[in-house]
Each structure stands twice: as structure tokens, then as C-alpha cells.
């Protein structure tokens, strides 16, 4: 079972950081954009170097995030590449690289790149609805916005790589990851936070939500428009 994770919380929009050294241009071809975005998780053991790329090819899970995320990115900014709007996903996807290197000084890192991969697939799900329409190859479900009875924040979660579970939950523009958990109502997610535990369950469109300090509330899940 997968060891749950301590909440890292980071904010809804967590691009707001100088970007990092390399440049990424929306001139060129699809695929030279896409090798600088990512760490091309699918060439793994094929001459990737560098302390980033031994944990995300070492990790099944922040492997298959990696291509998916990299499928994203190419996705969108093939479209606004058609409106001479490339280069603003570029900088933001520089930004995100800052904010990824960054979990080299983590305690965990595995777990914080975790966090903060699952943190941009829900955040490009979330701002480019074209990313969840039907019949798109991704390991990723949502967002779903959360409608729970006694809360009135603002909650929305996506689903993850559901074969080895993972749900990104932001709350009132901040997000952390549950990881999957055995459970005996349908999907069950859990984290620890400050020592204390976060719980999510799903069944069918019904889940319910524990956090921390707080009772358990009944929720809808609705697609997020």
C-alpha cells in the first residue's frame, strides 16, 4: 500500500517564480518543444543525467506523470501556437521548472515532485477544458468540483494515475496530494497532515471528505465546467 503523504501545500497558481535558465521558444516543430519541456520520461536509461531525472525514472508513478504532462503541454501549445500565444505557456512551463527544481532541497524529495507534478496536470485539466474531452489518451480524471454539505470553500480534485492512486484536492486555491489507500467504499484516498489524517472517499458521483480539524462532510462530485 502506498505510504500516504504529508500535505504540501502549494497555491493554485504556483508559476509566480523567476524562470530558470533554459528557454523554451514557440518557433520549431512539436517535437523539439516538447524534448525541452519535460524530462522525456519515455527515453529513461537511454542517457538522461542529472539528479531530477534519476528520481522521476526511478519512480513508476512520476514517470507516467511526466509523459502525461508532457502530452499536455505539447497539446496546448500546439493550439495557441495557432494564435501566436506559445510563448506564454512557455514562460509559465519555465516557471513550473524553477518551482520542480526546487524539490531537490526537499526533505522528501520524491514525494515533493510528486506533489507538484500532480499540482501543473491539474492546473493546465482545470484552465484548458479541450485537455478533458472525450476519447483523450491521459491518466488523469478532472477536475471535479466538490459540493460538500457544511463547507463553503472552494474545492475541486483530479484524479491521477487511478491504477496506483493519487487525487490532487485544491481547497480555496490550495492543493495537496492523497495518496491511494485499501478501502472498503469504493476509492479511498489518504494523506497526514501535521500528524493528524485527511481521508477521501469515492463512490459512484457521492464521496466524502475528512480533514483535518474538521468533521466528515458529504460531497457531490460534479465535472468542473
Same mark, same amino acid.
Given at each position: 500500500?502506498?505510504?500516504?503523504?504529508?500535505?504540501?501545500?502549494?497555491?493554485? &497558481?504556483?508559476?509566480?517564480?523567476?524562470?530558470?535558465?533554459?528557454?523554451?521558444?514557440?518557433?520549431?516543430?512539436?517535437?523539439?518543444?516538447?524534448?525541452? &519541456?519535460?524530462?522525456?520520461?519515455?527515453?529513461?536509461?537511454?542517457?538522461?543525467?542529472?539528479?531530477?531525472?534519476?528520481?522521476?525514472?526511478?519512480? /513508476?508513478?512520476?514517470?507516467?506523470?511526466?509523459?502525461?504532462?508532457?502530452?499536455?503541454?505539447?497539446?496546448?501549445?500546439?493550439? &495557441?501556437?495557432?494564435?501566436?500565444?506559445?510563448?506564454?505557456?512557455?514562460?509559465?512551463?519555465?516557471?513550473?521548472?524553477?518551482?520542480?527544481?526546487?524539490?531537490?532541497?526537499?526533505?522528501?524529495?520524491?514525494?515533493? /515532485?510528486?506533489?507538484?507534478?500532480?499540482?501543473? %496536470?491539474?492546473?493546465?485539466?482545470?484552465?484548458?477544458?479541450? /485537455?478533458?474531452?472525450?476519447?483523450?489518451?491521459?491518466?488523469?480524471?478532472?477536475?471535479?468540483?466538490?459540493?460538500?454539505?457544511?463547507?463553503?470553500?472552494?474545492?475541486?480534485?483530479?484524479?491521477?494515475?487511478?491504477?496506483?492512486?493519487?487525487?490532487?484536492?485544491?481547497?480555496?486555491?490550495?492543493?495537496? $496530494?492523497?495518496?491511494?489507500?485499501?478501502?472498503?467504499?469504493?476509492?479511498?484516498?489518504?494523506?497526514? $497532515?501535521?500528524?493528524?489524517?485527511?481521508?477521501?472517499? %469515492?463512490?459512484?458521483?457521492?464521496? &466524502? /471528505?475528512?480533514?483535518?480539524?474538521?468533521?466528515?462532510?458529504?460531497?457531490?462530485?460534479?465535472?468542473?465546467?
Amino acid at each position: 500500500m502506498p505510504k500516504p503523504l504529508g500535505f504540501l501545500l502549494l497555491p493554485s &497558481l504556483i508559476l509566480t517564480v523567476a524562470c530558470g535558465e533554459d528557454s523554451i521558444t514557440p518557433q520549431g516543430d512539436a517535437d523539439s518543444k516538447t524534448s525541452e &519541456l519535460s524530462f522525456s520520461a519515455a527515453n529513461c536509461g537511454k542517457g538522461e543525467e542529472g539528479p531530477l531525472a534519476t528520481i522521476v525514472c526511478s519512480s /513508476l508513478l512520476l514517470s507516467s506523470m511526466d509523459i502525461q504532462l508532457q502530452q499536455l503541454v505539447e497539446r496546448v501549445t500546439t493550439e &495557441l501556437d495557432k494564435d501566436g500565444q506559445g510563448q506564454g505557456l512557455a514562460d509559465d512551463q519555465e516557471a513550473w521548472k524553477e518551482t520542480r527544481s526546487a524539490c531537490l532541497d526537499a526533505n522528501l524529495p520524491e514525494e515533493c /515532485l510528486t506533489q507538484v507534478y500532480a499540482a501543473r %496536470i491539474h492546473q493546465l485539466r482545470a484552465q484548458f477544458p479541450a /485537455l478533458r474531452q472525450s476519447g483523450e489518451s491521459s491518466i488523469a480524471r478532472g477536475p471535479f468540483t466538490l459540493d460538500c454539505r457544511g463547507l463553503d470553500d472552494q474545492l475541486s480534485v483530479t484524479l491521477i494515475d487511478e491504477d496506483k492512486g493519487l487525487a490532487y484536492l485544491e481547497q480555496n486555491g490550495r492543493g495537496f $496530494v492523497l495518496m491511494g489507500a485499501a478501502g472498503s467504499l469504493g476509492s479511498k484516498y489518504e494523506a497526514i $497532515v501535521d500528524g493528524k489524517d485527511a481521508t477521501f472517499y %469515492i463512490h459512484g458521483s457521492q464521496s &466524502l /471528505l475528512t480533514l483535518p480539524d474538521e468533521p466528515e462532510h458529504i460531497c457531490r462530485m460534479d465535472v468542473a465546467s
